[in-house]
């Protein structure tokens, strides 16, 4: 915050003293705005604005999901597919669009439908998703099928443990899938490699097991919590401070320098495949080629564990070795009136699911509040709300690693460590925060 500086000698000391004492009320009323950084992968996972305006308003709701590990699944029941499921970026998309069409058509048609058909959009629709889903065969004839010798190639003369080994040391989405479309044999082993890495990124695109801090944009890098920041991180630290001394920027930074891949379908990959012309192929590998630009489409993610009931689950502190437990919010409901509390105990804590309102990961107070409360970071405490403790900007699990998993099935902890409940001393902090900003009717708000 800039200082209110008086200059008495100066005739008109007056006027820089209201323009000084202006400036610091406007610097107190802005305040400092609020990012949730992942260390590791170099992203940001929420806020971007005043603390207050998220914390208070269920802004890092996003942060329950992202801490819940997820797997894939087949989807069961067919859907539409789209074209625009494959996301190409625009500079290829007109190629795309119509290599899609083309395929499509041409796989309907050999499927048996006409041109009269195109009205049934359901048997269409089942017809394609059952042609790109993972087990069906493909409407072509293997290499290996075929009379001449000649035609086989020397690849499949490998044995498979060995192709295998070949597939999972390629690792750009590119080569996996020119491979793949070689011949059947290799389609099937690339299928496999391809919802391998998507599963990899389905994971990577989570937060679980991350360094997460909330960093003010008033953060100075000679000031960092304990024990977050490597020594490599440190020292390129020292490099940019020549420029610029805020742990904000520096984080900001990296972010923009990121490589990280978070598509499995990125526009290197487009790049490479429109050059070397994938997509006009002869149909077998085009149809091949299909099924792996889909794989997204007939794979979900696994919805057991962000279905469960938050009393089941909690949240851990992997670095700390801390958990807070999700049946403990209903401590937050002691005080209430009978019939404030009879609405929020029919609101969250209802385990049958035609009477369920609200799921853990949508609560207007939840781990995700929780959490964020607790990694904020900076030497300034401007915050855009109250704070009784004066400790809110100072958070004690800041730049820690986290994840939300089943209460009774917590990740296991270094040797000598032991889990610890603080679910209590949490929910005294939440109690007190919220009744800062909200007053007596505080209960209203969770």
């Given amino acids: 915050m800039p200082a209110v500086t008086v200059a008495l000698a100066n005739p008109f000391s007056a006027l820089h003293l209201s323009t000084n004492i202006c400036l610091a009320l406007y610097t107190i009323e802005m305040g400092q705005y609020w990012v949730i950084f992942n260390i590791d992968k170099q992203c940001e996972e929420g806020g971007g604005g005043k603390l207050g305006e998220f914390l208070l308003s269920s802004g890092f709701q996003i942060l329950n999901s992202l801490l819940l590990r997820s797997s894939l699944t087949v989807v069961k029941t ?6 625009h499921d ?3 970026p625009r500079e290829y998309a007109f190629a795309v669009f119509a290599f899609h069409r083309q395929v499509t058509e041409t796989f309907l048609s050999r499927a048996g439908f006409s041109e009269a058909d195109s009205r049934d959009d359901v048997r269409r629709d ?26 086989e190639p020397k690849l499949l ?37 391809i919802l391998a890495r998507l599963k990899e990124l389905a994971y990577s695109n989570l937060a679980v097991g991350d360094r997460l801090i909330c960093v003010g944009d008033y953060a100075t890098l000679d000031d960092l919590p304990a024990g977050v920041f490597s020594r490599a991180e ?66 979900e993610e696994d919805q057991t564990l962000l279905n469960t009931h938050g009393r089941y689950l909690a949240l851990c502190n992997l670095t700390s070795g801390e958990f807070v437990r999700g049946n403990s919010f209903s401590l937050l409901y002691e005080g209430a009136r009978p019939k404030l509390r009879s609405s929020l105990e029919k609101k969250y804590e209802l385990d049958t699911p035609p009477n369920r309102v609200v799921p853990f990961h949508e609560r207007q107070l939840g781990f995700g509040e929780v959490l964020a409360s607790r990694i904020c970071w900076s030497q300034d405490d401007s915050l855009a709300m109250v704070d009784t403790s004066g400790r809110l900007h100072r958070g004690p699990w800041a730049g820690h690693r986290f ?12 040797v000598g460590k032991v889990w610890k409940d603080v679910s209590e001393e949490v929910m005294r902090e939440m109690r007190e925060l919220w009744q800062g900003n909200f007053g007596d009717q505080w209960q209203e708000y969770i």
């Fill in 234 to 299: 440190k020292d390129e630290m020292d490099t940019w401070k020549s420029s610029d001394e805020e742990l904000y920027s520096f984080l900001q930074k990296k972010r923009e320098k990121s490589i990280f891949q978070r598509t499995l379908y990125d526009p290197s990959f487009w790049r490479k495949a429109i050059k070397a012309k994938l997509i006009d192929r002869p149909f077998a590998e085009q149809a091949r080629l299909l099924k792996l630009l889909h794989v997204e489409s007939v794979h």
């Fill in 126 to 151: 089942a017809a394609l998703f059952a042609f790109l889903s993972p087990n069906a065969p493909m409407p072509c004839p293997s290499i290996r099928t075929r009379t001449h010798t000649y035609f």
């Fill in 78 to 83: 067919p859907r539409t597919i789209f074209v």
């Fill in 86 to 88: 494959i996301r190409p």
């Fill in 157 to 193: 003369a490998l044995p498979v443990e060995l192709l295998v080994m070949i597939f999972q040391a390629l690792e750009d989405t590119f080569s996996i899938v020119a491979l793949s479309l070689t011949c059947e044999l290799c389609f099937s082993l690339g299928y496999s490699r």
């Fill in 403 to 414: 994840e939300i998993t089943l209460a009774d099935a917590k990740p296991c902890l270094e």
